[in-house]
């Protein structure tokens, strides 16, 4: 009996599908605290929106904030594996993208939208399911990404190698010809920054960290929240005395947390 509660206890649960949830929305808060205080840092955060309906910014609620002339939302696709992620996986993702950048735009009609996809996923390597119009393979996702989305963005001319999958993408991207220039223009492809990790271990020593735990709590607390409040302003944030924040900087190090506070409401009044 003392043995079988002995395997019993020295058993190491796997939890793989707590761990993967927990994981991606950890990091999608970070993420999100990250751009929430450099935004408060340069003074343009305007608002944030945490789990916002689906009729105000579709699929890019991962992430949405406002500032004084761009809004931002993101779709966000993190996995504690090292699945690559492909061509089929972006033609999944881009229509929820596109429409996600619709609805923010009506939302914000005088500001430029800025719709990203971000993942820690590798860009494929083998991916054998982009043809041209001979079903010829042409490349992987990797050299998709730099041969036709980043020429897109920046206006550069797409070798003829990969000319042919322009016309798919335009099917399954449901862009209008008016909107593909504004959207390309503005679509932002890219893959978490792991090296600025937010570790609670140096939450003491590091004011920058503490202020960013902070703010990623404020954020699961709004996702959270049974009145589904979505939407927090600049002055909100600092009202709820959730940034002591490295503002410091700007009011100097021996300034109090109450006076802090005031300055701070004064600031983004």
């Not at 949405?64 to 033609?91: I, L, M, R, S």
Request: aromatic share 8%; glycine share 4%.
């Amino acid at each position: 009996m003392l043995e079988d509660i002995t395997n019993k206890q020295t058993i190491i649960p796997s939890g793989t599908g707590e761990r993967a949830a927990m994981g991606g929305y950890t990091h999608q808060y970070d993420e999100f605290a990250r751009k929430v205080y450099d935004c408060i840092i340069d003074g343009s955060l305007e608002e944030i929106r945490v789990a916002d309906a689906d009729d105000n910014v579709g699929k890019l609620d991962d992430i949405c904030y406002a500032t004084e002339k761009e809004v931002h939302g993101y779709q966000v696709k993190w996995t504690n594996t090292d699945t690559p992620f492909k061509y089929n996986d972006f033609k999944d993702l881009l229509p929820e993208i596109v429409e996600g950048w619709r609805k923010l735009k009506l939302l914000y009609p005088n500001k430029n939208v800025i719709p990203h996809l971000l993942t820690n996923r590798p860009y494929s390597e083998n991916d054998r399911s982009i043809h041209n119009k001979k079903g010829q393979v042409i490349g992987p996702f990797i050299q998709y990404k730099s041969n036709v989305l980043d020429k897109l963005k920046n206006g550069s001319s797409i070798e003829s190698k990969w000319a042919d999958t322009l016309s798919e993408l335009k099917a399954f991207s449901t862009l209008t010809d008016e909107e593909e220039p504004l959207f390309w223009d503005s679509f932002i492809m890219e893959r978490f920054d792991e090296q600025d990790e937010i570790s609670v271990e140096n939450k003491k020593s590091d004011k920058r960290i503490e202020d960013l735990l902070d703010v990623a709590r404020l954020i699961q607390i709004m996702a959270s929240r049974k009145d589904r409040k979505a939407l927090a302003t600049r002055y909100e944030i600092v009202r709820m005395h959730i940034i002591r924040i490295s503002l410091r900087s700007k009011f100097g190090r021996t300034c109090t947390s109450q006076n802090l506070k005031m300055r701070l409401i004064l600031l983004y009044r």
